[in-house]
C-alpha cells in the first residue's frame, strides 16, 4: 500500500495472534518441567520440535521472527511479549531462523528441525549475558545510555511509513512498542459524518502515537480540520485533509494522533 489511500480503500494486514491457554504438565510427577536454559553466545542455537507437540522458547524481551519461505508451510509460530510458541505439522530438515529483540535489535539464530518423535520438548529459556536491566551496567551501576526521545514528527512519520510504505522500506524505531488498540468506529470528528476506526498504536518515550481511518459517510465532500476532534490531542495530523463524498475513491483517509496518554483514555 503505497502513499495516496485517496486512489483505493485503506487496508492494513494484521497477523492476530490467537494463542491458546497451555498446560506445562509432567505426566510422570504431574509438575512443570523445568525450562532448558541456554546461553545466548552468537552461535545459532540447534533446537528440534516433535510434530504436532509445541514447544515454548522464552526470550528476555519481545522479538520478532524471520520465517523462511521453505518450512513456512511446516510451522506454526506465534510470538508473544517475549515468547515464541513454535508448532511443527510435519517434519522439516534443520534450517535457519532469524529472531530480532524489538527492543535492542540483537539477533538470534536458531536452527530448527522438526521430526516425528513422541516426546514433547522441554521449554527453552535464552539467556543474553549483553542484556542488562534498563539504566544500569552490570558491573560499573552507571547509567545507560536512553532510548531516544523522538520528536512528533519523528513518530507520525514513522506511523505513515507502516501504513503506506512497502514491507522493503520499513524499519523499526529502537524503543517504539506495539500497543493494543480497539479497532471499533469511535464518536472523534465533530459535525460531520465522518467514520474514524483506530487502526494500530505504538507507545515511544511516554508518547502515544495512534493511527486511525477517517471515512467520509456523507454525500458531501468535507475538509478537515483538527479543531473538530473530540479529545486531548498533542498533535493531529491528516494524510489528506479533504474527503469526497461517499462512494468515491477519496472519501478515505488516515489520521495520526499523538497523546500523553493511550487512545482510548484521551478521546
Not at 485517496?6 to 509438575?31: F, Q, R, S
Not at 500497543?179 to 518515550?205: D, F, Q, T, Y
Request: glycine share 6%.
Amino acid at each position: 500500500m503505497r502513499a495516496k489511500l485517496n486512489k483505493k480503500p485503506l487496508v492494513l494486514c494484521v497477523l492476530l495472534c490467537l494463542v491458546p491457554a497451555i498446560a506445562w504438565a509432567d505426566t510422570a510427577n504431574g509438575e512443570a518441567p523445568a525450562p532448558e536454559r541456554i546461553t545466548w553466545q552468537k552461535t545459532p542455537i540447534t533446537m528440534s520440535l516433535a510434530v504436532g507437540k509445541e514447544r515454548r522458547v522464552d526470550f528476555p524481551g519481545p522479538v520478532k521472527v524471520g520465517l523462511p519461505a521453505t518450512i513456512q508451510s511446516a510451522l506454526r509460530v506465534q510470538s508473544v511479549a517475549g515468547t515464541l510458541y513454535l508448532l511443527a505439522q510435519q517434519p522439516f530438515e534443520a534450517t535457519r531462523v532469524m529472531v530480532r529483540a524489538v527492543d535492542s535489535g540483537a539477533i538470534y539464530l536458531l536452527d530448527l528441525l522438526a521430526d516425528n518423535e513422541d516426546e514433547a520438548k522441554a521449554a527453552i529459556q535464552i539467556l543474553d549475558p549483553e542484556t542488562r536491566k534498563p539504566g544500569v551496567t552490570a558491573e560499573e551501576g552507571a547509567p545507560l545510555p536512553a532510548l531516544p526521545a523522538y520528536g512528533y514528527v519523528t513518530l507520525t512519520r514513522f506511523a505513515a511509513q507502516q501504513l503506506y510504505a512497502p514491507a522493503r522500506l520499513l524499519h523499526d524505531l529502537p524503543g517504539v512498542v506495539r500497543v493494543p488498540v480497539r479497532r471499533e468506529p469511535v464518536r472523534l470528528v465533530r459535525g460531520v459524518p465522518i467514520e474514524a476506526s483506530p487502526l494500530v498504536a505504538w507507545r515511544a518515550s511516554g508518547l502515544y502515537i495512534t493511527a486511525v481511518k477517517l471515512r467520509n459517510l456523507g454525500t458531501q465532500a468535507v475538509t478537515l480540520d483538527p479543531r473538530s476532534l473530540r479529545g486531548g490531542w498533542l498533535t493531529a495530523t491528516f494524510q489528506h485533509n479533504r474527503l469526497h463524498p461517499a462512494g468515491e475513491e477519496a472519501d478515505t483517509t488516515a489520521l495520526y494522533l499523538i497523546s500523553a496518554r493511550p487512545f482510548e483514555t484521551v478521546l
